[in-house]
């Protein structure tokens, strides 16, 4: 599966087909259904606590595929656990919550010309999302420019989410992961564009990731999804 050099039409084509294919995916078939009896049997706070002084292990990646055009693999999120900020330079990603429940929180930057924002570190963007998300739920799409393609994920309950990312992160080829934080500088809510003004505005500027988020990976072992 590749999205890079195929028309609108059939990137629109494939893309919904891969969109359905992904969307009928279960914890069963990426061997995870013992995880996801443990969350649907989840009683909230009393669960949490108990589960916290066993040491909750870190947030860990289980990658089912990798090649040139796409990677797939499987985020598993431990309750309060965070992925912070981060985007997909370039990439379209297509996500599925596959048990839990997770908060969501997501940005597109504002295109903007002119010096007065050019000569700024931080970037004007605007909220996409920012809600909670909870299995079942549909599959999302992000794209290079629109539907959130900066994201944050805290998980609420013990949660795992399955992306496909086309292209794939690479250093190489100028896709590097970047991560965002909010800027505590004095900027404006508001910004004028050609077509209007735009209000809501949030500043984002690039940072290093906190020094306490982990990623782990781990060994895949379920099946291949066929896609």
């Given at each position: 599966m590749s999205f890079c050099k195929v028309s609108l039409n059939a990137y629109e084509e494939r893309l919904e087909k891969v969109r359905s294919l992904l969307g009928k995916i279960k914890p069963l078939d990426v061997g995870l259904e013992q995880e996801a009896q443990i969350v649907r049997n989840w009683k909230g706070a009393d669960s949490e606590s108990s589960v916290v002084h066993q040491s909750m292990p870190p947030i860990t990646y289980l990658p089912v595929h990798e090649c040139d055009s796409f990677s797939i693999g499987v985020f598993w999120m431990p309750p309060s656990s965070i992925i912070p900020l981060h985007n997909h330079p370039g990439m379209t990603v297509l996500s599925k919550l596959l048990y839990g429940s997770v908060h969501v929180k997501s940005y597109d930057l504002i295109s903007v010309a002119g010096?007065?924002?050019?000569?700024?570190?931080?970037?004007?963007?605007?909220?996409?999302?920012?809600?909670?998300?909870?299995?079942?739920?549909?599959?999302?799409?992000?794209?290079?420019?629109?539907?959130?393609?900066?994201?944050?994920?805290?998980?609420?309950?013990?949660?795992?989410?399955i992306d496909i990312l086309s292209p794939p992160y690479s250093s190489e080829e100028g896709r590097d992961c970047a991560y965002f934080r909010r800027s505590s500088a004095d900027l404006p809510g508001t910004i004028e564009m050609q077509d209007g003004t735009v209000s809501d505005v949030t500043w984002l500027e690039e940072c290093e990731p906190p020094e306490d988020f982990v990623i782990r990976r781990g060994v895949y072992s379920g099946k291949v999804p066929k896609i």
């Amino acid at each position: 599966m590749s999205f890079c050099k195929v028309s609108l039409n059939a990137y629109e084509e494939r893309l919904e087909k891969v969109r359905s294919l992904l969307g009928k995916i279960k914890p069963l078939d990426v061997g995870l259904e013992q995880e996801a009896q443990i969350v649907r049997n989840w009683k909230g706070a009393d669960s949490e606590s108990s589960v916290v002084h066993q040491s909750m292990p870190p947030i860990t990646y289980l990658p089912v595929h990798e090649c040139d055009s796409f990677s797939i693999g499987v985020f598993w999120m431990p309750p309060s656990s965070i992925i912070p900020l981060h985007n997909h330079p370039g990439m379209t990603v297509l996500s599925k919550l596959l048990y839990g429940s997770v908060h969501v929180k997501s940005y597109d930057l504002i295109s903007v010309a002119g010096p007065c924002y050019s000569s700024q570190v931080a970037r004007p963007a605007k909220v996409v999302k920012d809600c909670e998300m909870a299995d079942p739920y549909d599959t999302t799409v992000l794209y290079p420019t629109s539907g959130g393609n900066i994201h944050s994920f805290k998980a609420i309950t013990p949660c795992a989410i399955i992306d496909i990312l086309s292209p794939p992160y690479s250093s190489e080829e100028g896709r590097d992961c970047a991560y965002f934080r909010r800027s505590s500088a004095d900027l404006p809510g508001t910004i004028e564009m050609q077509d209007g003004t735009v209000s809501d505005v949030t500043w984002l500027e690039e940072c290093e990731p906190p020094e306490d988020f982990v990623i782990r990976r781990g060994v895949y072992s379920g099946k291949v999804p066929k896609i």
